[in-house]
T-cell receptor, first 115, second 114 residues
Framework: GNSVTQMEGPVTLSEEAFLTINCTYT??????LFWYVQYPGEGLQLLLK?????DKGSNKGFEATYRKETTSFHLEKGSVQVSDSAVYFC??????????????FGKGTKLSVIP | EAGVVQSPRYKIIEKKQPVAFWCNPI?????LYWYRQNLGQGPELLIR????????DSQLPKDRFSAERLKGVDSTLKIQPAELGDSAVYLC????????????FGPGTRLTVT
């Protein structure tokens, strides 16, 4: 069935370190892919998205590339800050047909950045 | 622009008691979603509304859960009676319409059933 598998946390990094959070998906067709971020005490916010193969989503220094051949959408940032500490969720939405509105989320990866 | 508003933010109840959560979506958003997020998991969809119509409630446990969206704006999700396993964060989201429109999430209501 449709699912998202993302790297388990928690992940602890020092400020200015390089970040990678792996995400792979299992879905039929051509899904849209998303990364959401949840800061402490807040709701989920869309961080970036990609809607077709080879697209690169980017925002706030974060990037992720839609790799259809490996069904992956890994999140990267070259230099993390303390303010990036949050839980990151990978998600997809089916491209068409029944359920195309529905987001399927991974379990989330908690990132802690220490000064 | 105001975001999605939910209340209460926290609720602690004893099992077998009823509980209700309220959501006010972003103005003009026709589609409203309720999700449940268990500890250490991603959100899972419970129900989706298009205006006042529940168009997908296939994942809502209908024996104890109910929801309504009167006048196609605010929505209420109810649990009666609550069970220990209902402890979770209940998230409301809204979007302009279904399909490709971005979903905007509220801060959630954290329910603890004792």
């Amino acid at each position: 069935g449709n699912s998202v598998t993302q790297m388990e946390g928690p992940v602890t990094l020092s400020e200015e370190a390089f970040l990678t959070i792996n995400c792979t998906y299992t879905a039929t067709g051509y899904p849209s892919l998303f990364w959401y971020v949840q800061y402490p005490g807040e709701g989920l916010q869309l961080l970036l998205k990609a809607t077709k193969a080879d697209d690169k989503g980017s925002n706030k220094g974060f990037e992720a590339t839609y790799r259809k051949e490996t069904t992956s959408f890994h999140l990267e940032k070259g230099s993390v800050q303390v303010s990036d500490s949050a839980v990151y969720f990978c998600a997809f939405r089916r491209g068409s047909g029944a359920g195309s509105y529905q987001l399927t989320f991974g379990k989330g990866t908690k990132l802690s950045v220490i000064p | 622009e105001a975001g999605v508003v939910q209340s209460p933010r926290y609720k602690i109840i004893e099992k077998k008691q009823p509980v209700a959560f309220w959501c006010n979506p972003i103005s003009g958003h026709n589609t409203l979603y309720w999700y449940r997020q268990n500890l250490g998991q991603g959100p899972e969809l419970l129900i989706r509304y298009e205006n006042e119509e529940a168009v997908d409630d296939s994942q809502l446990p209908k024996d104890r859960f109910s929801a309504e969206r009167l006048k196609g704006v605010d929505s209420t999700l109810k649990i009666q009676p609550a069970e220990l396993g209902d402890s979770a964060v209940y998230l409301c989201a809204s979007s302009l319409n279904s399909g490709t429109d971005e979903q905007y999430f509220g801060p959630g209501t954290r329910l603890t059933v004792t």
